[in-house]
């Protein structure tokens, strides 16, 4: 779904969209189905869904990626997600991976404040649940910084798609080779500066090889030393440039190590073969911190390719791009009895994390890409321990606080009596006890005189 607002004038100057879209289409296989819709106050479709399954099919939507324009007045994103969601509702094909790509410059525009912030909302509540139920994913691209990029990015989010910003028209092949990595996570060659190897199983190869400037002219080295370029190449080479790419296509390469030319870094290989390199990863987010556990085989026709000298001399690694732009390799050393590579990692943010692996030996290269999206469980107050870590800040804090408090609380204390020593207790016990026996004996004498006196003091009565 391409804009063709006026706007795009000035923001496509050079109508960049056009070749990154047609790339795009090039890229699809036989199987796919595809429709152009162009949009401005309204959205139609200028092709309809239909198979790439033939040349004159792939050169019918083509032509039609030709005739998106920038003459609209508006901006109507809601008109073009209505139109992708009814097309492939009618198409009865939703059970195929349905994804829309929504390209747009600006906001919501049709000439009314009120009735675009209406619009706006109706996306949130109304489309994007329709969109979600029948799993179509959304990969919007913004043209310019002004564009409603949180609305882009929420589109993006909520259907599990992706969302790219074009700082600049000559990079959006790029960001349209990104989109087809990771809605088709096609079989790819490693490129180590600018080479690649091709073996025997490669039927075809489709590089997308970038250019330093408008004037550069790529060409292609085969391994027998033969340079191939847009004038000159033979009959099984499709060349197709454009002023910031080319991008071609050899059918039946030649066995061994090819050379691009006078190109860009950051280019591609794409390959169809017998032999692929196939992935599956599982994500347990039931521990606390989720673990990925990623295999990655060989496979020939269905079957898996069991060929051990092939796996012993591979070298296996797993690049990962974390949310933040990080790129972090690890090894794969892990081989199973099954033939399968395993690597294990435990994803630290939230966001999309991008996924290489790459299999590499001297006859023989493979690459695959993917991506997922981790989010990490909040831990609720009461999961939270009660103590902090041993070595944590906030423990240190509270422990130097705590004798504070302690200090201040025997400060203000009355000073305790001391107690008195033994002899002194001793002196204190010894006349306690002498003062009881003169209180006895003076008791006794006292009780005999009058013990004595009371007869004689009766017989005188």
């Known amino acids: 779904m391409l804009d063709s607002s006026g ?92 994804i829309l790509i929504l390209m747009s410059d600006g906001k919501i525009d049709v000439g009314d404040d009120a009735k675009s912030a209406t619009l706006r909302q109706q996306i949130i509540s109304e489309l994007l649940p329709q969109l979600v139920k029948h799993n179509i994913k959304v990969y919007s691209i913004a043209f310019t910084e002004a564009s409603d990029q949180q609305l882009m990015q929420q589109i993006a989010d909520v259907t599990n798609g992706r969302y790219a910003l074009a700082a600049s028209d000559d990079v959006l092949h790029k960001v349209f080779s990104k989109i087809f990595e990771q809605a088709k996570e096609p079989n790819m060659l490693p490129l180590d500066e600018n080479r690649f190897v091709v073996d025997e199983s490669i039927s075809e190869v489709t590089i997308i090889a970038n250019k330093k400037s408008e004037k550069s002219k790529i060409e292609l080295r085969s391994p027998q030393g033969n340079n191939y370029s847009a004038s000159q190449h033979s009959a099984n080479i499709n060349w197709f440039v454009s002023s910031s790419f080319d991008m071609i296509t050899v059918q039946k390469p030649q066995v061994g190590e090819w050379s691009i030319l006078f190109s860009d870094d950051d280019n591609r290989a794409y390959i169809v073969a017998d032999i692929k390199l196939r992935t599956q990863f599982e994500l347990d987010r039931q521990s606390p911190q989720p673990e990925l556990i990623l295999r990655a085989w060989f496979e020939q026709g269905q079957q898996t390719e069991a060929n051990q000298a092939l796996l012993e001399n591979m070298q296996v690694s797993l690049e990962i791009e974390h949310p933040d732009g990080r790129i972090e390799t690890l090894p794969v050393n892990e081989l199973n009895d099954a033939g399968e590579f395993v690597v294990h990692f435990k994803p630290d943010m939230n966001g999309f994390y991008g996924a290489t692996m790459i299999a590499t030996s001297k006859t023989f290269q493979r690459q695959q890409t993917f991506s997922f999206r981790n989010t990490l469980p909040e831990v609720l107050p009461e999961e939270q321990p009660e103590e902090p870590l041993a070595d944590s800040p906030t423990e240190a804090t509270a422990t130097e606080t705590e004798a504070e408090a302690e200090t201040e609380t025997t400060a203000e204390e009355p000073a305790a009596v001391e107690e008195p020593d033994l002899a002194t207790a001793l002196l204190y016990f010894g006349l306690f006890n002498l003062l009881l026996l003169i209180i006895a004996v003076n008791g006794f004498f006292i009780y005999r005189h009058f013990k004595k006196n009371k007869p004689e003091q009766s017989d005188a009565d």
């Open 7 to 98: 706007s795009m004038k000035f923001t496509d100057p050079n109508e960049l969209r056009k070749p990154a879209a047609k790339l795009f289409i090039q890229l699809l296989g036989k199987q796919d189905r595809t429709s152009v819709v162009s949009f401005s106050s309204q959205a139609w479709p200028i092709t309809f869904l239909s198979q790439l399954e033939n040349p004159q099919q792939v050169e019918q939507a083509l032509v039609a990626t030709d005739k998106i324009s920038h003459k609209g007045a508006y901006t109507n994103i809601h008109a073009a997600l209505s139109k992708g969601l009814e097309l492939l509702e009618n198409s009865q094909q939703l059970q195929r991976e349905p």
